[in-house]
């Protein structure tokens, strides 16, 4: 009886520590080779103006070709090869000035755009886009918002100036919610949280009911016409 205690013991340290393998382990959504799973939102293929250049994942206008004028599809492109439901994601990026994007995360298709369904890790050239568009930007547009709903805190974010490499990470669960800038946590939140609620239902997305109600979803970069730049994209499921 003694060994057979011993022998489950050891059994389920050993599915223990496999496990916490397993969710130790980066899948890599991009390695700089490849565009593989990579496609338009609801689309097939690639939209005009993305290409791999020296391992970065780019779209620049430039890149946008002649016979690419017609095209009416999506700009905004997800990684399609698989959805996601808690994760730990890390992206490194960069934008010129008065550059804008952002990150998507539990992304669903089948809608007018991804804004009004999936949450939005908001990146921007926050010292000039103002000034450049001409446009008056409230604190919930700004980088490492969770768009138009949590605001980061100032004190601890670090961002970058246009055209250098910062890094962004999300971590997502049901529990709670972090937005890292560079090294430092800028944001928490709980998700489905009645003060998310409140938040969802008398804001941008009060006239969007779908807007963040789905638990699982795709990994998507909005393209708003900047140019833009993704490497060492990587995300760990937990």
């Given at each position: 009886m003694r060994n057979f205690v011993l022998v489950f013991i050891l059994v389920s340290l050993s599915c223990s520590d496999q496990h916490r393998k397993k969710s130790n382990d980066w899948i890599a959504l991009f390695d700089g080779s490849s565009l593989n799973g990579w496609r338009a939102y609801n689309g097939e293929v690639m939209p005009p103006g993305w290409k791999i250049i020296d391992s970065v994942l780019t779209f620049t206008t430039e890149q946008i070709l002649e016979e690419d004028y017609d095209y009416t599809g999506s700009r905004d492109i997800i990684f399609g090869a698989e959805e996601f439901d808690n994760f730990e994601l890390y992206v490194e990026w960069k934008i010129p000035e008065g550059g804008n994007s952002g990150i998507f995360y539990h992304?669903?298709?089948?809608?007018?755009?991804?804004?009004?369904?999936?949450?939005?890790?908001?990146?921007?050239?926050?010292?000039?886009?103002?000034?450049?568009?001409?446009?008056?930007?409230?604190?919930?547009?700004?980088?490492?918002?969770?768009?138009?709903?949590?605001?980061?805190?100032?004190?601890?974010?670090t961002l970058y100036p246009p055209n250098?490499?910062?890094?962004?990470?999300?971590?997502?669960?049901?529990?709670?919610?972090?937005?890292?800038?560079?090294?430092?946590?800028?944001?928490?939140?709980?998700?489905?949280?009645?003060?998310?609620?409140?938040?969802?239902?008398?804001?941008?997305?009060?006239?969007?009911?779908?807007?963040?109600?789905?638990?699982?979803?795709?990994?998507?970069?909005?393209?708003?016409?900047s140019n833009l730049y993704f490497k060492n994209i990587k995300i760990k499921k937990l």
């Open positions: 992304l669903k298709e089948g809608y007018e755009g991804a804004s009004v369904v999936a949450p939005e890790y908001q990146l921007l050239d926050d010292e000039n886009y103002a000034e450049i568009h001409n446009y008056e930007l409230k604190d919930w547009q700004l980088t490492a918002a969770d768009y138009a709903m949590h605001v980061p805190d100032t004190l601890q974010k250098n490499w910062n890094s962004s990470r999300i971590i997502f669960t049901p529990e709670n919610v972090e937005h890292w800038l560079n090294g430092k946590k800028v944001l928490s939140f709980v998700p489905w949280s009645k003060e998310w609620y409140q938040k969802k239902n008398s804001g941008k997305w009060n006239n969007a009911p779908d807007y963040g109600k789905f638990r699982i979803g795709y990994i998507g970069f909005q393209d708003h016409g």
